[in-house]
C-alpha cells in the first residue's frame, strides 16, 4: 500500500505517462475490435492500445465504462455518446458500461462468462495474435458434455476439446489435459476467451505438440466453509472460496472415471495432466501433487508456484512427476498482486530451485502483460509442447 | 391493418382483457427466471406469465423494456427500479432493458442470439417444459465444429449433435438432421434457446425416436441480391435475404459433403432430413425439394407450408419424399402474419390437401403459442419421432 501510494505522488509530480497521455489526443487510427458483434463498428482500438466506445442513450446524463483512467464520455455529432480508455495492454479484457448509475454490458460487444458474470469484454488484437488465430488448418472440436456427479449430487456442464484427427481412427488413445478457469470464471472460459481450440489446432498443424484431448470443468464447486476464513482481497475466488476439496473430489472421483469411460483416452498417470489460470492455478498445485498416482504433468498460470519446501517426498515427487510449469504475466512479477513476489514466495526463484532440485521446472514470462488472457494463452501455447514427449 | 384498429378500437370500448389486467396488481407469486445468470433473483415471472424486471439506475430519469404494454417502471424502497410484463406466453422471448434512451442487454439474464443481436431473453416455464429439461439420462454431445466452405470461400462454424451412444460403438451409422434457424438468429440457435440436445436426449431416453445426428449451420449466408426486392415487412430476415442461393450452395456443395467424410453417417437420401423454423422453414422448402436426391423428409416450423399445385412432378415427389411435416404456433394460424393464412395459403388445408394427395404429411399446432421458442421445440419434439421409421 506504502509502495503504491509512493509511485503514484511521484507520477504525479513528474507527470508520468498516465496523466501525460491523457492531456493528448489519442491516436486516430481506430479500427472495430474483433470481440464486437456481427456488424458493429464499435468498440474501436487504436495503435496505442485504446479502447473508443460508441454507446447512444440520448436522454442520459452521464456515460462511461469501467476501465479506469478512462476519458470523461461526451456526446458526438450524432447524438451518441463516445470515450476511449487509457492505453490498455494487448489482449482480452472485461469491462461494463455505466448508465446514470447502472452498470451493463456495451450492447455492442460479444459476452464472455468473467468478474463472475456474463458481460462485455474487448480484445485488442496482439502483435504474436497469429497463433490464437481462426486458421484453414485442420480443427478439432470443442464438445458441450453433461455428465452425472455423485459427489456434488448434479449434472454437471463441461467442454472437452477433441484433437482433429480424433474420429478418424477409432483405435487411437490420446493423453489428457485437465485445464481449469479462474476465480469468476467458468467452465466456458478456456474454450472462448482462452481460445484453447484454435490454439491447440494451430500448434498441431505446424507439428509443435503431441495430440491430446482437454477437459474444461467449474472449478467453482462450492464446498465446506474453512474454519479460518480466507482473508479479504487475496484475489480472484476469494470470499472463502480456497477449500477446494469439493472440486477435488468431482475431478478425482467423478470427472476422470466418466472421461476415461467415455473418451478414447489413455487412462494411466504418465498421460495425465492438470493445468489452470489464477484460482485454477492454485487449484492444480493443490490437487495435483495430492494425486500423484493419478498426475505427471502440472501447470500453474498466475497462480503461484510450487517452492522446493512445500514438497515432503523429493524423490517420489522427481520420479512421478514428469513437468512442472510456471508461469506469469512480466508485469505481475515483483507485485504483491495475486502470484507475484508476496504469494507464496518468487516464482521464478521457487521454479529455478526445483530444477535445481532435479525437477523438469520451467518458467515462462509473457511479455508486458498481466493478470489476463493474453498471459494464460501464451502459457498455453508454452505449455501444450513440452507434455506427453514419451 | 383494417382488422387490427378495429379489434384495437372494441378492446377498448368494452375494457377487453388487455387493459384490465394492466390495472390490476399482478399476482404475487413471484419465482425467478430459469433464464437468469446464476444467482441472480431478476427477473421473475408469476403465474400470469407476466415477468418482473429490477434494474439498478440510481440516476437514471427513465427505466424500462421493450415488451410492449409493459408497466411503467418505477423506483423501489431499495432505489432499484421495477417493472412487469403484461401476461406473456409461456416459454422464451427476447428482451432488452432501456435506460434514458439506451437499449441494453439485462444484466441479470443471460444471453442468446436472436433479433439480429446477442441480447437478453427470459424464460417462462412452460407447463410441458419437462420435454426440454436437463434430466439425468444418457446425453448426446453438442459439438463446435469448423470446416471449409469453398463455395462461400471461408471456415464456417457449426453445432453437430451427436446422439449418447454415437462414441461407443464406432461400427454404427447414423442418419442426419440438418436443422436451421429463423432470421436474425444464427447457428447457436437450436442448441441454445431450442435446447434441441435435451429433447432429443429426452426423447431418446423413453425410446420415442431413433437416434440420428442433428446438424445447424447459420442459414443467413449473404447471396446475391433478388432483382426484385424483397417487400418490406416481409418478415423476419427481410432485407432483401429471400434469396438462400448462397446457402443452398453451402448446404449441398460444402456442409453434407463435409457432414458424410467427418461423421459416421448413413449417407444416403432415405437418412437425411431438413428442416428449419420461419426463414429455416422456407429455406427447407426451397431447398429439400428444389434436391430430392439428398432428402427424404423435410419439417416446415412457422416457416409457410408445401401446396399441392407447387409440385410439379406428383409421382415423384410421393415416391422420394417419406415426410412431409408443417407446424405453428396456434395464435400464428388465422393471422396474416409470417406463416399464417395470408403466406401461401393456409398451411393446415395445403397439408391436408397433400396428404389426400397420397404424401405422408403431418400437421402439427402447438397449444397457446405464437411466432416463439416454445412453438419450435415442440415441433421438433413432434417431427423427432417421425423420422427414418425404417
Excluded at 11 to 37: F, R
Excluded at 97 to 112: H, L, M, Q, T
Excluded at 334 to 357: H, I, M, Q, S, Y
Amino acid at each position: 500500500m506504502k509502495t503504491k501510494l509512493s509511485l503514484l505522488a511521484l507520477v504525479s509530480i513528474l507527470g508520468g505517462p498516465l496523466s501525460g497521455a491523457e492531456t493528448n489526443a489519442p491516436t486516430n487510427d481506430w479500427k472495430p475490435c474483433p470481440s464486437n458483434q456481427a456488424g458493429k463498428q464499435y468498440p474501436q482500438y487504436n495503435s496505442e492500445g485504446r479502447v473508443k466506445f460508441r454507446i447512444v442513450a440520448s436522454e442520459a446524463r452521464s456515460v462511461g465504462c469501467t476501465f479506469r483512467d478512462s476519458s470523461e464520455f461526451s456526446k458526438g455529432e450524432d447524438g451518441a455518446w463516445y470515450g476511449y480508455t487509457r492505453p490498455l495492454d494487448e489482449g482480452f479484457h472485461y469491462y461494463a458500461i455505466k448508465i446514470d448509475g447502472a452498470e451493463v454490458p456495451d450492447p455492442n460487444s460479444r459476452y464472455f462468462y468473467g468478474s463472475s458474470r456474463w458481460g462485455s469484454a474487448v480484445e485488442i488484437p496482439a502483435r504474436d495474435r497469429d497463433f490464437y488465430a481462426l486458421k484453414n488448418v485442420p480443427h478439432g472440436q470443442l464438445r458441450e458434455v453433461y455428465y452425472f456427479s455423485k459427489s456434488s449430487d448434479k449434472t454437471r456442464h463441461i467442454y472437452v476439446y477433441t484433437p482433429p484427427d480424433y474420429d478418424k481412427d477409432a483405435s487411437q488413445r490420446y493423453p489428457v489435459l485437465y485445464l481449469q478457469h479462474g476465480g469468476g470464471e467458468d467452465e466456458t472460459g478456456w474454450g472462448r476467451q482462452g481460445h484453447t481450440g484454435w490454439i491447440m489446432d494451430n500448434l498441431l498443424a505446424e507439428g509443435k505438440s503431441k495430440p491430446f484431448i482437454i477437459v474444461m470443468e467449474n472449478g467453482g464447486v462450492s464446498g465446506p466453509r474453512p474454519t479460518n476464513a480466507t482473508p479479504a482481497g487475496a484475489g480472484p475466488g476469494a470470499r472463502g472460496a480456497f477449500n477446494f476439496s469439493a472440486f477435488e473430489k468431482v475431478i478425482t472421483e467423478d470427472l476422470i472415471p466418466y472421461i476415461d469411460a467415455n473418451f478414447r483416452t489413455l487412462s494411466d498417470q504418465p498421460h495425465r495432466a492438470m493445468a489452470g489460470l489464477s484460482m485454477g492455478g492454485m487449484q492444480t498445485r493443490s490437487i495435483a501433487p495430492a494425486h500423484l498416482d493419478k498426475f505427471s504433468h502440472i501447470g500453474v498460470f498466475s497462480g503461484g508456484s510450487i517452492a522446493v519446501t512445500n514438497i515432503t517426498d523429493m524423490a517420489k515427487f522427481k520420479e512421478q512427476v514428469k513437468l512442472v510449469f510456471i508461469s506469469y504475466g512480466s508485469r505481475e512479477l515483483g507485485t504483491n498482486r495475486v502470484g507475484g513476489r508476496g504469494f507464496g514466495g518468487d516464482p521464478k526463484e521457487n521454479t529455478a530451485a526445483l530444477k535445481t532440485a532435479g525437477v523438469n521446472a520451467v518458467f515462462y514470462e509473457s511479455p508486458d502483460t498481466a493478470h489476463e488472457w493474453l498471459s494464460w494463452r501464451r502459457s498455453l501455447r508454452e505449455f501444450a509442447p513440452l507434455l506427453f514427449k514419451d
